[in-house]
């Protein structure tokens, strides 16, 4: 499986301002998403990041909220921006890679917003 | 609105029992699926895939499909107390969507001493 490094791992931020996650893959993948997993829930889909188009985004979520590029086919970010208390969540990115339709998750950022 | 539905648990066994986790979901046209260990403060991590109806066996863990219920789900034999842990079931989505993982809430699960 592929190695997936998520940067960063945790961290604390005040309410109205954005954070950029990062997501790096040693071997190019097929597909990258990004989810997010709210306190004491399960984890929802938040957008598939397509390499040099823009990410495909799942009910209840929108680019200017949740902005995310895919330059290559080993690196995706994703902004949460203008944040509230309610972001206060774990964001994981995924990836499949080579033959079939495994998914693999990155370790995650743990957000907390102020 | 696909629906993946897991018991929350906390289930709870013994040391050397088999535990028997279970769930149902709505998307009649999922082709995969797949099963997910979470510690706490942890990423998933797969444990099991199964595309086809009948049994799959890995080790101490057996995944079992039946599309015509609906239904899948996951045994552990000898189960340890590193066992213990949240296991969330995904199905895929239908058609060209099958990447698309919906997951259930999980099942807690811990193995007692």
């Known amino acids: 499986s592929a190695v997936i490094s998520q940067k960063p791992s945790r961290d604390i931020c005040q309410r109205g301002t954005s954070l950029t996650i990062q997501c790096q893959v040693d071997s190019q993948v097929t597909m990258m998403f990004w989810y997010r997993q709210q306190p004491g829930q399960s984890l929802t889909l938040i957008a598939t990041a397509n390499q040099g188009s823009e990410a495909t985004y799942e009910s209840g979520f929108v680019i200017d909220k949740f902005p995310i590029s895919r330059p290559n086919l080993t690196f995706s970010t994703l902004t949460v921006s203008n944040m509230s208390p309610e972001d206060s969540s774990i964001y994981l990115c995924?990836?499949?890679?080579?033959?079939?339709?495994?998914?693999?998750f990155g370790a995650g950022t743990r957000l907390s917003v102020l | 609105q696909k629906e993946v539905e897991q018991n929350s648990g906390p289930l709870s066994v013994p040391e050397g029992a088999i535990a028997s986790l279970n769930c149902t979901y709505s998307?009649?046209?999922?082709?995969?699926f797949f099963w997910y260990r979470q510690y706490s403060g942890k990423s998933p991590e797969l444990i099991m895939f199964i595309y086809s109806n009948g049994d799959k066996e890995d080790g101490r863990f057996t995944a079992q499909l039946n599309k015509a219920s609906q239904y899948v789900s996951l045994l552990i034999r000898d189960s340890q107390p590193s066992d213990s842990a949240t296991y969330l079931c995904a199905p895929g989505g239908s058609g060209g969507s099958n990447y698309k993982l919906t997951f259930g809430k999980g099942t807690l699960l811990t193995v007692n001493p």
């Open positions: 995924s990836v499949v890679g080579g033959s079939g339709d495994i998914q693999y």
């Open positions: 998307d009649r046209g999922s082709q995969s």
